[in-house]
């Protein structure tokens, strides 16, 4: 949320134009304090509030009609299931994009909105294929409404290749990384996989960052045919040369 904040202040340029930011407000999504009886103090400040931005956008210039854009940007986990068991590893799927999508065409009238979701949960394949598909861009992007996900883990954004808007603005939404910095983490991680079918993730802590280390097991994982599951007793593991 916070780094989205500091993209959208005061204009932005975005297919060849220029926007300027009337409103930029962020909001809570889900109250916490209803885990109160049933958690500590800690555990339940911990818990994510599943925080969204909202963005009123309106094209910058002298003369004629003024395009406006709504940019609404949601940070997605389940949090019920982090209250009662402390972990989710499951990745978002169809129905819970679906029902923001549609809450989305349903309220957008004269001006085009711009559904961002990030999740650490990541994305089932089915959405991939969903959001990059001919229906979704008739369905969605004739209805004024354009999509990007973004999964925190891997730093992969998908949205749909026909969509102008949503590809103007990958940019601002895709996470930043130094490179150099990047290759290091994935050269270590790599080091530790060597002559190795599976990798721990509690193993690779020691490479970096948590936020780049995590994109490097994920994108290691892809580039060796492989997955990264969670497994009881040991959480995320990188098993190599397993995907079909």
Known sequence: MGRLKSKFKNEIKLLGKTYKIEEL?????????KFASKLDE???????????????????????????LFLKA???????????????????????????????RDSSKNERT???????????ERIKKYVNSDQFHQNFYSENVSLL?????????IY??????????????????????????KECIRG??????????????????EAYVKKAFYEVANEENGVVKYI????LVLMKGVRK
């Open 114 to 124: 711009i559904l961002v979701i990030a999740t650490p949960l990541g994305f089932e």
């Open 192 to 209: 530790k996989l060597s002559e190795r079918d599976y990798l721990p993730f509690e193993e690779v802590k020691d490479c970096g960052d």
């Open 149 to 157: 996900l973004l999964d925190v883990e891997t730093g992969e954004v």
């Open 232 to 235: 009881d007793g040991f959480g």
């Open 74 to 104: 949601y940070y997605l986990t389940r949090v019920d299931k982090l209250a009662d068991y402390g972990f989710d590893t499951d990745p978002l799927e169809l129905a819970d994009i679906n029902a923001y999508l549609v809450d989305a």
């Open 42 to 68: 800690k555990t339940l400040k911990n818990l994510p509030e599943n925080r969204y931005l909202e963005v009123k956008i309106k094209e910058k210039k002298l003369l004629g009609s003024k395009e406006k």
């Open 25 to 33: 407000n962020e909001k809570i999504g889900e109250d916490v304090s």
């Open 160 to 185: 749909n290749p026909n969509d102008k808007y949503a590809k103007a603005l990958a940019p601002l939404v895709r996470m930043e990384l130094d490179e150099e910095v990047y290759a290091k983490v």
